[in-house]
Nanobody
Framework: VQLVESGGGLVQAGGSLRLFCAAS????????MGWFRQAPGQECEFVST????????????YYADSVKRRFTISRDNAKKTMYLQMNSLKPEDTAVYYC??????????????WGRGTQVTVSS
């Protein structure tokens, strides 16, 4: 699985951005997808994850406390694309955002495939 992020940029505090993660390759089915971020001088931080779901009940999602009620993760399996809608952005959200494919988990160690990241910068 190859992953490519897009949608990052510069936005003022309180603004919104939508990140995209496009997957390619023979296998997308069955993988959970996640978003992580890394600010300069800091460790990689879990943001959100969404499980695989081919059923009517939909996928499960989980968010870091710091982004709950502000960020929304979703995926379109037919398009092999994952999204992260980010609202009410804060300067502390500034980081490189990475998408990953693997197991439904908050740990980066459970994700086998990673994109190269997209920069999000929130000005105060």
């Amino acid at each position: 699985v190859q992953l490519v992020e897009s949608g990052g940029g510069l936005v003022q505090a309180g603004g919104s951005l939508r990140l995209f993660c496009a997957a390619s390759g023979p296998t997308f089915r069955g993988y959970a997808m996640g978003w992580f971020r890394q600010a300069p001088g800091q460790e990689c931080e879990f943001v959100s994850t969404i499980s695989w779901s081919g059923s009517w009940s939909g996928a499960s999602t989980y968010y870091a406390d710091s982004v709950k009620r502000r960020f929304t993760i979703s995926r379109d399996n037919a398009k092999k694309t994952m999204y992260l809608q980010m609202n009410s952005l804060k300067p502390e959200d500034t980081a490189v955002y990475y998408c990953a494919a693997g197991s439904y988990s908050r740990s980066s160690k459970d994700y086998a495939y990673w994109g190269r990241g997209t920069q999000v910068t929130v000005s105060s």
